[in-house]
């Protein structure tokens, strides 16, 4: 057992800090011994200093911060492409999100506070990979993928399959997070989230939810719903899909479909909530969204 | 490793060197013994130790040293301008928007920080708040807080130097 | 003169962290991971040989250099349980809680003694765990003293009044039970200090977060073996106390790594090391029955309040003493006939109890604030007609209540009153019934409570100590020693404002001086602050003003009637050549003090200095043995919104009437206000420290021990009324505990209002959104 420490000192580092995509990803192909991307530290020092995670004096830090194309939000094709060191507060106030996907600017306008926001990032947020991860759901909802580079190429993958357990993505080693993408939504479509914490504001989520539906008042064409702090990692839950598909969006279909929603998770308890509770809000909150969503489609 | 950083901090330029391993935090306050910068938590959590980089507020706990090299950081040493307070400050004063103190370099960073963006009329309640979410404080029920924001707006908005 | 505020502001405050010394080493503490066990092996030399490291200070060098903390309060009555342990600052051979330290590394820079923390190597073996003071209870439950019979370290016993014929008189008895959560008061600023023993001269100094310095000097010098004169205590700029400062314990550890090592030692503690190894409170569960008439008299209370102490350490018999205020603080503002109150203490395994702002007084009062409330629904009277009916009121002060309580006066009605006026509860409770049809919970809230104030208790080191010293400088300014650390709370402020207005100089010229052992006093704990210090100053600055006249009087060559001040003018009569500053004054009296200046009276006298020292005492205590010395009002309405389906609870308003009799400041007491009212909402929906069945504390940071943002804290509405005390100097009542007493107790009971359709009785606290929702769930579903 861990002798308790009240609050630990981070290790001697050898930092880094490349200006270009092309050193960090020579940088981190040919780094010896232990190394760490970081970007925002937000979740590297606190795990440090908690004693989360440990590393020996000589560690490699490899800052990506330094790397302008990493940062910056833009439409393209039809996509909105975010990179993976885009600062919170960045998403927040970027009118290309607020238009086209108000959804992850409510989320983020939740998240942390705005001094974390300032330096935390939603490719760190990602990577993480926490249950809670507040970008997630959102990004689930809105069909994101997410495309990582190593020395040698790119890859893409949906964000649904991007998280494997607690801390763990499919991130293969001595690659960098690049981008986050996904489809602009249309005008038949509709997004809204919410969380519940043990305060209002600035808290880690005991659970979060968000849904997306296309259609119109007559007729539901397609549905997502995701959440956070329900399982391992943040999930898309599809078994409530099928009961909005091609219904009418009425109080008794909506409620039906949260019950489904919640009735398809596995929380646990912890230290934040109960699996009971978490699966009654999942309820609640996934009925309420859907009535906005419906309400926004009107 | 030794790293030498690059700040400008409080309008003064500056080249300091700092191990990599060491935060903003540890920099300002053990290298550049600017103490208003208060270390409680040292996880980002309270925001006693909130500074201006670049004008945005940051909690220097949560950054490495080294990663601000370049910056431009002010800490409430820098709001003073001689023995004159900053309106901010003054607010503060006059309104009892702070206590014991600790938390108050913090807020008065944040708080100067949202005032000087902000345009129009008076700031809203509820943006202050929530604006201040990142700023525990245990004192005072942030009531008079609110308030000495709201007035340091005023005071701007009524030609004070800002 | 630069003032406190302008020192703070402009972020040139001297808190512990920014102390440095020149040489000055760092300490880091080392905790156990085990709730309790015993240590069986410590090895040193991995963190020994950290480059940087000075020396580790383990649990043995503790015992073998030092003494078992002092006992500060022990009280042995027949029929009572009072039982001490002998612990030293840290232990050698067991642990008793999670984070009990059982090293200090010593090095040249905290991050080193850090890393070397790491290094040390403890094999324990674990002990089985008491996990909550109901298990403490159980016949066989593991002990954690061994020379106790078992793990109940006090049981106290009261008869006040009548409880008997109280019974007998009643038309009904009411069965009550209550809970609430362990909280810690949680200041932003941790612990800490520096410390330097000087070995040449055999001298202890330390500076550092220290709210009793006298008192910590005593108890310091007792666990060092020095003598207290050799030991001085100083206290720098705090970053708030609550109460969470008063004790000296880690602090021993500093002073005896400066012995050992020849260097100043400074500790600073992080948030994490304040949540796990600092002081709780709280934690008490209560079982009982109230005795009434069917028109609404309170009779009397049965009841037994049990408290989950944690380990009996670190303030000997201090933490026990909060049961005593917890016991009496019951009957409130009202008239009782009688009752019979046990208050029992059981030590767990689990972090220490100490004070925090309400210390055992907010327990008694939300606990019958609650039963009140519960009466009153019950025989359908309203929250305000109960309390109206039961006030003691404005003509009957003194009141010498059943509990001993000498209430100095106030008009408990009127202060309901301007509550009722603030808030429209008429109009609250048309819109809790629309509210209802539409599935919207809205509940209000009333609760009315007097503060005792200003603790003077026998057998115990609270025993009323106070000492002021008001001088003035040969440069006319003026200097204030008191008992009274800044912890935040305005202390400056009111002293300032109180000997300019006797003395009648500038505001700006008065300094009141960092507090340290030198002055006598208890320093600021239960909001004694503007009953004894400032009494103590009030009483010290009028003598001084008495001298003034009569000085001046000689130099003007007038009468003592004459002289008039004001602003830092001494003038004579309507004479307009006849004027002096402070400053010229100071200068002839100290300077110039030949009979030609001064009376000769006052040189016989040896009364030529300008400076008075003095002390204060309760003047209702020594006839009644009164603990507390005034008692301010107040009353508190809350409305707020329950979502019964989420289990969130909205403030939608919260007015506070506050009758706190002389107002020596306002800004003063509304921030006062302000702040205890936000504590106490963060206890009544948030706070809780939650340990689990192995004695794990499992919300050790800000990220998991919540308290609330400018978000939650609601816009707070004060109104005051001014009834000034006949026994404190300038008439004011000491009021910084009352907020957080109302609050809680307010939120608890609108929260119940709130959800009276599902008949649920809120007797948890915190009324987290978990609690509420799992309330709603077990009412049956269905609103009755
Ligand atoms: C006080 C506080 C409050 C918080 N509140 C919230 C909250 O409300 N909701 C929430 O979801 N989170 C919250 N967080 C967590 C944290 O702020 C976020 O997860 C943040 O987005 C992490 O980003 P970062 O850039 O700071 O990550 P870093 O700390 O820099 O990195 C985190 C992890 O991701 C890896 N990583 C980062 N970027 C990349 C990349 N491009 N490629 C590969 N690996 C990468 C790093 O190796 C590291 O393991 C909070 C944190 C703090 C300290
Ligand atoms: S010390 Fe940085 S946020 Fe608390
Ligand atoms: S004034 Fe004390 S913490 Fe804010």
Redesign the pocket.
Same mark, same amino acid.
């Given at each position: 057992m861990n002798q308790f420490i009240g609050s630990r000192a981070l290790p001697d580092l050898v930092y880094h800090r490349p200006g270009t995509m092309d050193d960090l990803l020579g940088l981190v192909k040919g780094i010896e011994g232990e190394y760490?991307?970081? =970007?925002? $530290?937000?979740?590297?020092?606190?795990?440090i200093r908690g004693g989360k995670w440990r590393f020996a004096d000589g560690i490699n830090v490899v800052d990506?911060r330094g790397v302008k194309a990493?940062s910056g939000i833009r439409e393209e094709k039809g996509e909105i492409v975010m990179g993976?060191?885009t600062?919170?507060s960045d998403i927040l106030v970027s009118p290309v999100i607020r238009e086209k996907a108000p959804v992850l600017a409510d989320a983020v306008s939740?998240?942390? /506070?705005p001094q974390?926001?300032n330096?935390?990032?939603?490719?760190?947020?990602? $990577?993480?990979a926490?249950p =809670?991860?507040?970008? =997630?759901p959102p990004l689930l909802v809105l069909d994101a993928k997410v495309a990582?580079r190593t020395a040698d190429g790119e890859e893409t993958t949906p964000l649904n399959k991007f998280f494997l357990g607690p801390?763990a993505t499919v991130?293969p080693p001595r /690659?960098?997070?690049?981008e986050i993408r996904f489809p602009a939504p249309g005008p038949d479509e509709a997004a809204r989230r919410t969380r519940m914490?043990q305060r209002t504001a600035?808290?880690? /989520?005991i659970i979060s939810v968000a849904v997306w539906l296309r259609g119109g008042p007559e007729k539901i064409e397609a549905a997502r719903i995701a959440m956070?702090a329900v399982a391992p990692t943040p999930i898309l839950i599809t078994a409530a899909e099928s009961v909005l598909i091609g219904k009418k969006p009425n109080e008794a279909t909506l409620a039906e479909a949260a019950k489904t929603a919640a009735s398809n998770i596995a929380p646990i308890d912890d230290l934040r909530a109960t699996a009971d509770y978490r699966k009654s809000l999942a309820e609640t909150l996934t009925r309420r969204l859907l009535a906005a969503c419906v309400g926004d489609l009107a | 490793m030794k790293i030498t950083v690059h700040y400008t901090i409080n309008s003064k330029a500056c080249d300091l060197e700092v191990d990599a391993g060491e935060t903003l935090l540890e920099a300002l306050r053990n290298r550049l013994k600017l103490t208003s910068v208060h270390r409680s938590c040292e996880?980002?959590?309270c925001g006693a130790c909130t500074v201006l980089l670049n004008g945005e507020p940051v909690?220097s706990c949560?950054m490495l040293a080294a990663a601000a090299d370049g910056a431009d950081i002010l800490t409430t040493e820098g709001l003073m301008r001689g023995d004159q307070r900053h309106p901010i400050m003054d607010a503060f004063v006059d309104l009892h928007g702070m206590q014991c103190g600790f938390c108050t370099p913090g807020l008065l960073m944040t708080g100067y920080s949202l005032v000087r963006k902000a345009n129009g009329g008076d700031l809203d309640e509820a943006t202050i708040r929530q604006s201040i979410e990142?700023n525990l404080c245990r004192c005072t029920g942030y009531m008079n807080i609110v308030k000495a924001i709201q007035e340091a707006k005023r005071r701007k908005d009524a030609g004070d130097w800002w | 003169m630069e003032s406190r505020e302008h020192r703070l502001i402009s972020g040139r405050g001297q808190y512990a962290d920014d102390l440095d010394f020149p040489g000055m080493a760092h300490l880091v503490f080392v905790g156990s991971p085990h709730a309790h066990a015993r240590i069986v092996r410590l090895d040193v030399a991995e963190a020994e040989a950290v480059p940087g490291v000075i020396r580790v200070i383990t649990g043995a060098d503790v015992v073998e250099h030092t003494h078992p903390l002092p006992v500060q309060a022990n009280f042995t009555s027949p029929g009572w349980t009072w039982r001490l342990a002998e612990v030293y600052a840290m232990p050698a051979d067991k642990v008793r809680w999670h984070g009990e330290p059982v090293a200090a590394v010593v090095a040249e820079d905290e991050r080193t003694a850090r890393i070397a923390a790491d290094k040390i190597q403890v094999e324990y073996d674990p002990l089985p765990v008491v996990a909550g003071a109901e298990d403490a209870l159980k016949p066989n439950a593991p002990k954690l003293y061994d020379d106790w019979p078992d793990n109940k370290q006090v049981h106290l016993k009261f008869d006040f009044g009548d409880p008997d014929a109280a019974f007998k008189e009643a038309d009904r008895v009411i069965t009550v039970s209550n809970r609430e959560g362990r909280v810690t008061g949680l200041p932003i600023e941790g612990r800490g200090c520096v410390g330097h023993y000087d070995r040449g001269k055999g001298t202890l100094t330390m500076w550092g977060a220290f709210q009793t310095p006298y008192l910590q000097r005593h108890n310091i010098a007792a666990a060092m073996g020095l003598p207290e004169a050799r030991v001085s205590i100083n206290a720098v700029d705090i970053g708030g106390a609550f109460g969470l400062k008063i004790h000296a314990w880690k602090e021993n550890v500093v002073a005896l790594a400066s012995k050992l090592t020849g260097r100043y030692v400074k500790w600073f503690e992080p948030q994490r090391d304040f949540i796990v190894t600092g002081p709780h409170q709280r934690d008490v569960s209560w079982q009982g029955e109230v005795a009434v008439k069917n028109d609404g008299t309170l009779l009397g209370l049965r009841a037994t309040v049990t408290h989950d102490l944690g380990v009996e350490s670190t303030q000997k018999g201090i933490a026990a003493l909060s049961i005593f205020p917890a016991c009496s603080s019951p009957c409130n503002m009202y008239r009782w006939k009688g009752m019979h109150i046990e208050g029992i203490g059981a030590v767990t395994n689990k972090s220490f109890y100490c004070a925090y702002r309400g210390y055992g007084k907010d327990k008694g009062i939300k606990f019958i604030e609650a039963v009140i409330n519960r009466v009153a629904r019950e025989l359908n009277m309203t929250p305000e007609a109960i309390r109206f009916k039961n006030f003691i009121q404005p003509d009957e002060f003194p009141f010498k209540a059943i509990n001993n309580y000498v209430l100095d006066n106030g008009d408990y009605p009127g202060t309901l009153n301007r509550a009722l006026e603030m808030v429209d509860v008429d109009k609250w409770r048309a819109e809790q019934e629309k509210g209802r049809a539409g599935g919207r919970h809205i509940g209000i809230g009333i609760v009315t409570s007097i503060e005792p104030a200003g603790v003077a208790v026998p057998n115990c080191q609270m025993g009323g100590l106070t000492q002021a010293r008001v001088a003035i400088c040969p440069d006319g300014t003026v200097e204030v020693d008191s008992d009274r650390t800044e912890i935040g709370q305005g202390s400056e402020i009111s002293h300032v404002n109180i000997v300019s207005g006797i003395l009648g100089c500038k505001k700006e010229d008065v300094y009141v001086r960092p507090v340290t052992s030198e002055t006598i006093g208890q320093g600021p704990l239960s909001s004694r602050g503007a009953v004894w210090p400032a009494s103590a100053v009030a009483k010290a600055a009028k003598q001084l003003r008495a001298k003034v006249d009569r000085f001046a009087a000689s130099m003007f060559d007038a009468t003592v009637d004459d002289i008039r001040i004001a602003d830092g003018v001494i003038g004579c009569g309507k004479d307009t050549e006849k004027q002096l500053t402070f400053a010229e004054f100071a200068n002839k009296a100290f300077f110039f003090p030949g009979p030609r200046r001064l009376p000769k009276e006052v040189l016989l006298e040896h009364e030529q200095l300008l400076s008075v020292t003095t002390t204060w005492y309760s003047p209702s205590t020594p006839e009644s043995g009164s603990s507390y010395t005034t008692f301010c009002t107040s009353a508190d309405i809350a409305v707020v919104e329950v979502d019964t389906e989420t289990g969130v609870t909205k403030i939608l308003k919260y007015a506070h009437v506050h009758d706190a009799g002389t107002v020596i400041s306002k800004k003063v007491i509304d921030g006062q206000i302000h702040g205890g009212i936000v504590q106490g909402i963060g206890e009544a929906l948030m706070e809780e420290l939650k340990y689990d069945r192995n004695g794990q504390l499992l919300n050790t940071s800000f990220?998991e021990y919540l308290i609330p943002t400018a978000v939650e804290a609601p816009v707070i509405e004060i109104a005051h009324l001014v009834t000034p005390s006949p026994f404190s100097e300038t008439g004011a009542k000491g009021m910084g505990e009352a907020p957080i007493i109302g609050s809680k107790a307010v939120i608890l009971t609108a929260v119940e209002d709130a959800l009276s359709p599902f008949g649920i009785l809120v007797e948890d606290s915190p009324a987290s959104p978990e609690r509420v929702r799992a309330w709603v769930n077990g009412s049956k579903g269905d609103e009755q």
């Open positions: 760490r991307v970081v =970007a925002g $530290c937000t979740d590297f020092i606190p795990a990506i990493l993976a060191a600062r919170l939740q998240m942390a /506070s974390v926001r330096t935390a990032t939603v490719g760190g947020n990602l $990577c993480m926490s =809670a991860a507040d970008t =997630a990582w801390g991130l /690659s960098v997070l690049t914490g600035f808290v880690c /989520s956070g | 996880e980002g959590e909690n949560l990142g | 990220a």
